[in-house]
């Protein structure tokens, strides 16, 4: 069964370091969102993606994040300059074009130091 | 603005026993809802969904849950717990308005489950 992936599956990084999240979604699907999951917390949307270009966006991605589908399988999360609080587990989904459900990937669980 | 609740942090039921996990949402149009599970160190796995219809929902490894507009409420039930049931589950309203599913998920806090043998 076809499914997302993402790597790596753990980052670390400085702080002030620029990290890229990587993601595959499922082959035919069009839509493409990152959320995140600060540990102990909720799952929180960041952003969602289609057509090439940004459908919506949440208060917390600010000018720091950008996203890109730099080919026709790879949809990347890009922070430029992280600071301890991005810290997290940022999940990838993809939605088919028709259907009803996201499908997530594994997570990136992202250490800043 | 959309939110949902799901009061209790962490559960502990015997194995066998009968499982509710509780939750609220706040929308204001016919919320589309989802309930997903996420075992340790893997993704978001969908368990079942609500759009509309019947309000008595069946999804995968024998869940079902109930929609009741009037309590504002999405429960998950499962009637016999299996101990590979223990993970952590999140109740989700889809936020959009695009009609579909496709707009963006907002989900509760998680309920961690933890099942006695």
């Known amino acids: 069964e076809p499914e997302v992936t993402q790597t790596p599956s753990h980052q670390v990084t400085q702080m002030g370091q620029e990290v890229i999240l990587r993601c595959v979604p499922i082959?035919?699907?069009?839509?493409f969102y990152w959320y995140r999951q600060i540990l102990g917390q909720k799952v929180e949307f960041l952003v969602s993606?289609?057509?090439?270009?940004?459908?919506?966006k949440s208060e917390i991605f600010d000018d720091q994040f950008s996203v890109e589908r730099p080919d026709g399988s790879n949809f990347t999360l890009k922070i430029r300059s992280t600071k301890l609080e991005d810290s997290a587990m940022y999940f990838c989904?993809?939605?088919?074009?028709?259907?009803?459900?996201?499908?997530f990937g594994p997570g990136t669980r992202l250490t800043v130091t | 603005a959309q939110s949902v609740t799901q009061p209790d942090i962490h559960i502990t039921v015997s194995e066998g026993a009968s499982l509710e996990l509780r939750c609220n949402y706040s929308y204001g149009a016919t919320p589309y809802l989802f309930w997903y599970v996420q075992s340790p160190g893997q993704g978001l796995q969908l368990l079942l969904k609500y759009f509309s219809g019947d309000t008595l929902v069946q999804g995968i490894k024998g869940f079902e849950a109930e929609f009741k507009r009037s309590q504002s409420s999405f429960n998950l039930r499962k009637p016999s717990v299996h101990w590979s049931d223990a993970a952590e589950y999140f109740c989700?309203?889809?936020?959009?308005?695009?009609?579909?599913?496709?707009?963006?998920?907002?989900f509760g806090k998680g309920t961690k489950l933890s099942v006695k043998p």
């Open positions: 082959s035919n699907h069009l839509y």
């Open positions: 989700a309203v889809e936020a959009g308005n695009y009609g579909g599913s496709q707009g963006n998920l907002i």
């Open positions: 989904a993809s939605h088919p074009p028709q259907g009803d459900e996201q499908y």
């Open positions: 993606f289609y057509n090439n270009e940004i459908s919506e």
